[in-house]
Structure formats: C-alpha cells, structure tokens
C-alpha cells in the first residue's frame, strides 16, 4: 500500500465520529426554536404603535403555514403590546390587518474540508476523511402585512414584508463536536445567564404584565410604520 493510502487510514484511525437526532415529535427542538426565533425577529421590526387605542381585527384566513397559530399569537401579542384593542369581529372593528407568510421554515446545509471517498486500482476504496465539518441550520420567517379600514377597506399605507432569520452552526474537527454557534446558541446562552432580577432584551425570556404600556416614542428606522396622514384616513 503506498504512503497515501497509509496516511488516510491513519487518519480515519485517529478520528472521532459524533451523530445525533432525537425526536418524539414531528420536528426537532432545534427546528422549532430556529423558526420561533426567527418569526419573533420578523415582528420585532413591525411598528404597531399607530394603531394604539383602536380596535383592531386580525383576519386569518391569508396566514398559510405549518407554524400558523404561533405566527398568529406573535401578531396578536404585538398587537397587544403596543396599545391596540383586538376585536373578535371585523364588524367590531375600525381596522384590520391581513397577515400572510411568504416563507417559514428551515434550511440545513452540510460543508466539509477533507478527502472525498476514492477507489484505487486493485478495487480497494479509500474511506472518506473529513478535517473539518460544519453542519448548518437556518430558519427563515418571511412575513406579510397589510392594514385597512375595516368600514370602508381603504388601504392603510402600504403594507410591508418583513423578513429575518435565525441560524445555528454545528462544527465538528475530526469527529470531534459538536462546537456551536450562531444567533440560536447567543439566544439560548442569553436566556440561560439571566437572573430573574436582570431582565435583558432584546427578547425578553419572561412575561409581565402592567397596568400602562409605555409607547415608543422614536421606532427604530427600518420598522414598517404608518404616518399620521394615513391613520387618519381610515377614520
């Protein structure tokens, strides 16, 4: 056997090997958080505050989507949040707003740095060696709104797409792994160094509950908001 061949069994020899995938539902922690993660980025760039003190009407039926119902509650609690009123019926309402996906899901992408299987002459296959593996999750949450008057369905502004996404990274070296980062892993770290006296942001790991909410006074630029001009057409 040559010198090659030698070193490449060598390595194989010396190296780790780590898999692992449970789970008892139909998608993994993993897949669900990265999703969650990234819808909640997605809405954190949404500008309520317009409609605070208003009666508002979330319609549903445009909302396409596995994670459906945590998409819609995310909305409503934005809502909520930011001043506004929900109605159960559009009828009762002034305004609503039609929320739609445009993509929610993950992606995975494998990567490696090494020697790909060959077969040498004399029919003996030289297994695959790999240095260096990075195994790659992204969820991506890609989300629709647009807002009108729910007497006369005059538009509200424009509407917007909000898009975000959430990835974690698993890297192996030689087997060895895996070492992780990535947003998951900084939001995971973050909630699990906080003390219940230490309240961090930006996504907040806790729910409270007051008697006044607080508006901004200056959205980060970036949010999609409505003018004045535009609310007050849909009076």
Request: proline content about 5%; charged content about 20%; hydrophobic content about 35%.
């Amino acid at each position: 056997m040559n010198r090659p061949a030698i070193l490449s069994l060598l390595m194989c020899a010396v190296a780790g090997c780590s898999s692992s995938k449970v789970s008892h539902t139909p998608r993994t922690a993993t897949e669900q958080m990265l999703i969650s993660n990234a819808v909640d980025q997605s809405l954190a760039n949404i500008d309520f505050a317009p409609f605070a003190g208003r009666r508002v009407f979330l319609e549903e039926k445009y909302m396409d989507s596995v994670d459906k119902s945590y998409i819609l509650a995310s909305v409503r609690h934005q809502l909520m949040r930011q001043g506004c009123t929900l109605a159960d019926k559009k009828e009762d309402s002034e305004i609503t707003i039609e929320a739609r996906s445009g993509g929610v899901g993950t992606d995975s992408n494998e990567l490696f740095v090494g020697i790909p299987e060959v077969t040498v002459p004399g029919m003996l296959t030289l297994p695959e060696v790999r240095l260096v593996n990075r195994n790659s999750l992204t969820g991506t949450a890609k989300i629709g709104l647009v807002a009108y008057s729910s007497t006369s369905g005059e538009a509200i502004g424009e509407g917007g797409l909000s898009l975000a996404q959430s990835d974690r990274n698993d890297w192996f070296v030689l087997g060895v792994g895996p070492y992780q980062n990535g947003s998951l892993k900084t939001e995971v770290q973050h909630a699990e160094s906080r003390s219940s006296f230490t309240p961090k942001e930006p996504i907040p790991h806790y729910v409270a509950f007051e008697h006044e909410y607080d508006r901004p006074t200056s959205p980060e630029a970036g949010r999609i908001r409505l003018t004045s001009e535009e609310l007050n057409g849909a009076r």
